[in-house]
């Protein structure tokens, strides 16, 4: 057998690993001579992705949708990632923290422009057939959404726009939850009710969000923005970074999501203008109805008096 000098270096490297977990360097070589040599199937685990795909009517369009929304959670679960990168790293630079939100930016602009697969991709026929057997599910219940809502803005700036004033940041968690901004798309205000849509959403996932709300209130994003020095927090391409991703997510992204939603629930003519689960869509999702800003400070005072009906920054 041949052993270099760099395959000694590279043992020496293994050898140094397991001894710091106190696990036996010999037993781990050995244990590689009964492992299997990777496939890109078994890495990806293709097979598995690929029967998630389980549709509910004999609708073939059915399936764009359903392959489109799994799509869009893996881009969510991408966009987490790399949030957590940012709220993990202790005294964060400017130039990294600049690069994540780059990353995080272009997979908004991602989902952004491939909403012509469902704009386009779909026969309004097919889709308001289909559509009924969804119902109550929505695309309201994706908690991911949520999560990167959690973990890029504090509580307030998330609070329905009716109770900012009476909310701050000493805010109790329960409360404030109450009144986060998409729980008027889910809510009667009048009966204090919560529709089915909600009260299912929250059996499942309430405790996860409580858990997040508390653990991100010192170090999401913006946290972390106000955590640096000074000079960092006008550095000219980080602030710009900061302020195109707020408005990706909350205006292009969301005005994108709105568009689709219009032409097929409004302008097609062959529904009832109601989101399948339920709730108030037009005011729920337009931005400005609920001026959902991550970083209001970066904003000037007419940008957001016209928020959601400036053009792109």
């Not at 041949?2 to 977990?21: C, P, R």
């Not at 630079?93 to 930016?105: H, K, N, P, V, Y």
């Amino acid at each position: 057998m041949n052993i270099t000098d760099n395959s000694e270096s590279i043992l020496k490297e293994i050898d140094k690993k397991y001894h710091a977990i106190n696990q036996k360097t010999d037993v781990q070589l050995e244990g590689l001579l009964w492992s299997k040599p990777i496939t890109y199937w078994d890495y990806i685990q293709t097979d598995a992705l690929l029967n998630l795909q389980i549709q509910r009517t004999t609708l073939p369009d059915e399936m764009v949708f359903i392959m489109y929304h799994q799509v869009n959670e893996l881009i969510f679960k991408m966009i987490l990632w790399e949030i957590d990168q940012i709220s993990e790293v202790e005294n964060i630079q400017a130039d990294f923290f600049t690069e994540r939100l780059s990353r995080i930016t272009r997979y908004f602009d991602m989902l952004t422009n491939s909403f012509s697969i469902m704009e386009n991709g779909m026969e309004v026929d097919q889709y308001m057939k289909f559509r009924n057997t969804l119902t109550p599910a929505s695309g309201f219940q994706s908690a991911q959404y949520r999560l990167i809502e959690f973990s890029s803005t504090d509580i307030i700036n998330l609070t329905d726009r009716r109770y900012k004033d009476k909310f701050d940041a000493n805010t109790d968690l329960e409360t404030s939850f109450e009144h986060l901004y998409w729980q008027a798309a889910g809510k009667d205000y009048q009966t204090g009710q919560k529709s089915y849509l909600l009260q299912e959403f929250e059996k499942k996932y309430k405790a996860q969000f409580l858990t997040q709300m508390k653990e991100y209130k010192t170090k999401n994003i913006w946290q972390k923005f106000k955590q640096l020095p000074e000079k960092d927090q006008k550095n000219p391409t980080l602030v710009q970074a900061m302020r195109h991703y707020d408005h990706t997510v909350n205006i292009t992204w969301v005005m994108q999501h709105l568009n689709t939603a219009i032409k097929y629930i409004l302008e097609s003519g062959k529904g009832n203008g109601e989101a399948t689960g339920g709730s108030d869509w037009q005011k729920y999702m337009h931005p400005k109805f609920q001026r959902r800003i991550f970083f209001p400070e970066l904003w000037s005072t007419e940008e957001l008096a016209n928020w959601g009906n400036e053009k792109e920054v």
